[in-house]
DNA sequence: GCAATAGACGTAATAGTATAACATTAACAA
DNA sequence: TTGTTAATGTTATACTATTACGTCTATTGC
C-alpha cells in the first residue's frame, strides 16, 4: 500500500488532487474526508470517493498526514517531510489544533525495539492528546 | 481466570462488561464493536450501543485498549498496566497480530518534549504497522 | 493514424463504525 | 414506599469508507 518514496514522486498533482490539497492547506486543522467534500461541492465534487482517491494519493507522497485518532486529515507543515521516519502529532483536545513534530530520539527507539524483537517496521503512527499551551493558559 | 486490579477501579463489572472483556480476552487479536457484537448475540446482546457502552468504561478503566488505525479493540496483556503512561503497539499486517510493549524511554521523550513544548499531554497513541517476527521468517 | 491499454474520474450503492435520543428497568438510599 | 441514580434496551440516525461499474482521456505500440 503505502510506499513513502516522495523524493522520486515527480508526477504532477491531478486537479482534483490539488483541490483536496489546496482546501488542506489554507485550513489551520484538520479535516473529515466528508467536510472537505462538503467544502470541494462548489468546485464539482459530489461524491466520497473524489475525496478519498485525491486523499489516498497525497497520503502516499507525504504531502497530506491522516490523524488515525480523529479519522482526520491534515497537510502536511513540514518542510520536506521526506527524512522523518517518524511523524507525530499532538493535538488539543480543546481547541483542534495539531502540531506536527518529528523527534530523532523517538524514532531511534522505535526502529532498535523493532531490531530487538524481530518486527519489520514499516510505518508508525503517534498521536498525542491534550491541551496546547494556549488552552493550558487560558484554563 | 485471573482478576485484574486497578489501583482506581473499585467497582465490580456489569454483565455486559464482563461479557466484552470475556470475549476479547478469549481472543488472540483485535476484535471490532460490530464482530463482539455479533459474537454476543446469544448472550442477548442486540444493538451497537451494548457494545460501545462496555467498551468504553473498559477502555477507560484500563482493561481494554482501543487501537486506533484499526477501530478495533484489545484486552490489556499487560499485568498491571495503570503504571504505563506511554503504551505502545506492534500490529502485523500480514496474520493481524498485536503485540502490546511499554518503552519507558519513548515515556520520557514524550513527556520531555511536552514539558517543552508547554503541551499539557493526558494520553498517547503509538500505533507501529509492519511485519511480526513470524510472518517476517516465512516470507 | 488507430486500436489497445492504463489511469483518472464520475456515480450509485453499500459496508462498516459510532452516537443521539428516549423508554425502561435495576439498585438502593431516604 | 418513594425518589434518585446508574445501567440497560431499543430505535433511529450520523459519520466514515469502500465496492462495483461505467466513462473519458492520455499514452503506447503497431
Known sequence: MAE???????????????????????????????????????????APLQVYRALEKLVDVGLVHRLESLNAFVACRHPSCQNHQSIAFAICEQCGSVKEFSEARIAEDLTSWAAETGFMLKKTTIELRGLCKDCVAKA
Chains 1, 2 share one sequence.
Open 4 to 46: 513513502h518514496q516522495h523524493t522520486h514522486d515527480t508526477k504532477p498533482l491531478t486537479k482534483n488532487q490539488r483541490l483536496v490539497l489546496e482546501r488542506l492547506e489554507k485550513t489551520d486543522g484538520p479535516l473529515s474526508a466528508y467536510s472537505i467534500l462538503d467544502e470541494l461541492r462548489d468546485q464539482g465534487f459530489r
